[in-house]
């Protein structure tokens, strides 16, 4: 099974900007889908931001125009870009990736946003 392991989370201060990186041990061509999910205290997980195998992106609408998913496949790695970072963006951000019907995941990583 694939590793993920995330990086680049901290603490940030709102209207700040972060870059989530999702590296993985086996080349990212090879999933249907890369995405980004993020589970905030007392809360369910919740899908951020996908990019498929064909390049296609999707967000949550809650991040729309704020986030961006991005990929480098020599590198193996997907990123998020977070800019106009708000406290409700505030969770453990985890990277996943789809092949077929078989999903892996990171580890997480701590997003801290303070007002």
């Known amino acids: 099974q694939v590793q993920l392991v995330e990086s680049g989370g901290g603490l940030v201060q709102a209207g700040g900007s972060l870059k989530l990186s999702c590296a993985a041990s086996?080349?990212?061509?090879?999933?249907?889908?890369m995405s980004w999910y993020r589970q905030a205290p007392g809360k369910q997980r919740e899908l951020v931001a996908v990019?498929?195998?064909?390049?296609?992106?999707t967000y949550v609408d809650s991040v729309k125009d704020r986030f961006t998913i991005s990929r480098d496949r020599a590198k193996k790695t997907v990123y998020l870009q977070m800019n106009s970072l708000k406290p409700g963006d505030t969770a453990v951000y985890y990277c996943?990736?789809?092949?077929?019907?078989?999903?892996?995941w990171g580890q997480g990583t701590q997003v801290t946003v303070s007002s």
């Open positions: 086996e080349s990212i061509d090879s999933f249907n889908a």
């Open positions: 996943n990736a789809r092949k077929a019907m078989e999903f892996s």
């Open positions: 990019i498929t195998s064909s390049g296609g992106t």
